[in-house]
């Protein structure tokens, strides 16, 4: 787990503490909501950034294998005029490639950018709801004639200003992920051009089409934010004494194609009253694509987690708040029941228990077989929460190539190596 990874325990401490705000200051209920609005996944876009990362990384060998072929044939071997157009074309092969490996690490940054955003609002989240909850303390003690009662008045005050900046704070998160996200879009608009001047003559036309598959997932995930703000709005004063006016938390909904065409199109919700004692998470997808005009099914998958979490005073320890689910997915890329190729199935089950909405733990089994080539997976995890977030824990992963052939490797994450050594983990 690297640093980026404690925006969400982060997130769910404000949250928490800022629920006890509201009962007395009516403002730190649009406070409470905007925090719902502006909760991300730090974590997940930091992968996806190493992700391109690799892939920048892999172009540069290509080119440095491209360029080293052609030194080793000998100019005294191959000195015709068909050598030097052949080295021209390597040239204009690797600028184009360069132009890649650039924009991979335009997207890197840019996806960097965004985990850190999230991360620093997560922490101006918490520093905002602690001073909310301080706050809180002085209205209730105004109220009791602890301390003067003027000082009731300010804290209102003072609570009010707090909205205000948290409206900035929200707007200022909110433009820097549209300003990453567009230059995510003009480089990759500059880098089709460029590479269509260095003959890549597909490369506007494969730029358009990915804009025309990236709108659907882009209109699916605007659909989704809309419902989600509207849900949190609706809910925003839900707390213990109140649970809400509808028993839904949040939806989730994907469309996503994959290098190879294939869809993944889905749905989800999280399903129970805000701060209730039962909720349930469940979802499903189906995976499709077209081979030569046709429609081909290439398989389907569901999940689904419960969630009990007792009610009223904070539990003893032993009766926290506990949770369990499973999940299945089977891919099949030439189509379900069609092809000379066999699918690949996954499979998970997973636990957690959490003391009073703080401190706990999670298990999670997670297993993936390949009936193509007979290789497999299996995994397992287990570590400490808090506030919904990670905090430590032990990973394990086994493979077997189907060969005989087979490895495992292990990761210990705490959060204090993990700020000392750049968020890799211990491996073992």
């Given at each position: 787990m690297s640093l980026y990874g404690n925006d969400k325990m982060l997130m769910g401490l404000a949250k928490t503490t800022v629920t006890g705000a509201m009962v007395v200051l009516p403002p730190a209920w649009i406070v409470n909501f905007l925090f719902k609005l502006s909760e991300g996944d730090a974590a997940k876009l930091e992968k996806a950034a190493k992700a391109w990362e690799k892939t920048a990384k892999e172009i540069d060998g290509i080119i440095a294998s491209i360029r080293d072929t052609g030194r080793k044939l000998a100019q005294q071997d191959w000195n015709a005029e068909s050598r030097r157009m052949f080295e021209q074309k390597v040239d204009a092969m690797c600028a184009q490639l360069e132009q890649s490996r650039a924009f991979c690490e335009v997207v890197k940054n840019a996806l960097l950018v965004c985990a850190a955003a999230l991360l620093a609002y997560a922490v101006f989240a918490v520093a905002m709801a602690f001073y909310l909850a301080a706050q809180a303390a002085i209205f209730v003690a105004a109220v009791a004639?602890?301390?003067?009662?003027?000082?009731?008045?300010?804290?209102?005050?003072a609570s009010s200003?707090?909205?205000?900046?948290?409206?900035?704070?929200?707007?200022?998160?909110?433009?820097?992920?549209?300003?990453?996200?567009?230059?995510?879009?003009?480089?990759?608009?500059?880098?089709?051009?460029?590479?269509?001047?260095?003959?890549?003559?597909?490369?506007?036309a494969d730029f358009k089409q990915a804009m025309v598959n990236g709108s659907a997932t882009a209109l699916t995930n605007l659909a989704q934010n809309a419902a989600n703000t509207g849900l949190a709005f609706v809910n925003r004063m839900a707390n213990e004494k109140n649970p809400g006016i509808i028993p839904v938390q949040k939806i989730d909904l994907d469309a996503d194609r994959n290098k190879d065409g294939m869809w993944t199109v889905g749905n989800g919700a999280t399903i129970g009253w805000p701060n209730g004692v039962h909720s349930v998470e469940?979802?499903?997808?189906?995976?499709?694509?077209?081979?030569?005009?046709?429609?081909?099914?290439?398989?389907?998958?569901?999940?689904?987690?419960?969630?009990?979490?007792?009610?009223?005073?904070?539990?003893?320890l032993g009766t926290g708040a506990w949770s369990g689910g499973g999940k299945f997915d089977y891919t099949d890329e030439d189509g379900m029941f069609e092809g000379p190729k066999s699918g690949?199935?996954?499979?998970?089950?997973?636990?957690?228990?959490?003391?009073?909405?703080?401190?706990?733990?999670?298990?999670?089994?997670?297993?993936?077989?390949?009936?193509?080539?007979?290789?497999w997976k299996a995994s397992g995890s287990a570590g400490g929460t808090y506030q919904g977030g990670d905090v430590a824990g032990y990973k394990g992963e086994y493979e077997n190539n189907g060969k005989g052939q087979d490895q495992y490797k292990g990761t210990f994450n705490n959060p204090i190596y993990d700020l000392l050594h750049g968020g890799e983990g211990q491996q073992q």
């Open positions: 004639g602890v301390v003067t009662a003027p000082a009731a008045g300010a804290a209102i005050t200003v707090c909205m205000k900046i948290t409206y900035a704070a929200t707007a200022a998160l909110g433009a820097t992920l549209s300003i990453a996200g567009s230059i995510f879009a003009i480089h990759a608009n500059v880098t089709a051009n460029r590479q269509a001047e260095r003959g890549n003559t597909e490369a506007r469940v979802g499903a997808n189906v995976k499709f694509s077209r081979n030569d005009g046709d429609f081909q099914f290439n398989g389907f998958g569901a999940e689904g987690k419960y969630t009990n979490s007792p009610a009223g005073a904070a539990p003893a690949e199935l996954g499979v998970g089950v997973n636990g957690g228990w959490e003391h009073s909405s703080t401190a706990g733990g999670k298990v999670e089994l997670e297993g993936k077989k390949n009936f193509e080539d007979g290789s």
